[in-house]
Nanobody, 113 residues
Framework: VHLVESGGGLVQAGESLRLSCAAS???????MAWYRQAPGKQRELVAI???????NYADHVKGRFTISRDTAKNTLYLQMLNLKPEDTAVYYC?????????WGQGTQVTVSS
């Protein structure tokens, strides 16, 4: 499966962004997720949505970020509200088709204080 992210950019603290991830196909995908990687840090899970629609979030984004999908458009979204400078990172879309995980190329999100 091929994944292409979009929607990143430079915003000020407190503003919002919505990331999109277009998938070439969602057939047989077990779950999709957003990860992020800040400079000098390991890639971390931000949010996940299963094929059944169950969602889960990292503690530090709960209440601010929402993961969703449009199956008709084969698109995954991440709505990010009240962004903070510590949210600055490259955000990656990921799809799990057991046992393999697929990755997009990433989109940069920069939040200025």
């Amino acid at each position: 499966v091929h994944l292409v992210e979009s929607g990143g950019g430079l915003v000020q603290a407190g503003e919002s962004l919505r990331l999109s991830c277009a998938a070439s196909s969602i057939f047989s995908i077990d779950s999709m997720a957003w990860y992020r990687q800040a400079p000098g840090k390991q890639r971390e899970l931000v949010a996940i949505i299963t094929s059944g629609g169950t969602t889960n979030y990292a503690d530090h984004v709960k209440g601010r970020f929402t993961i969703s999908r449009d199956t008709a458009k084969n698109t995954l979204y991440l709505q990010m509200l009240n962004l903070k400078p510590e949210d600055t990172a490259v955000y990656y879309c990921s799809a799990l088709i057991n046992p393999r995980r697929y990755w997009g190329q990433g989109t940069q999100v920069t939040v200025s204080s």
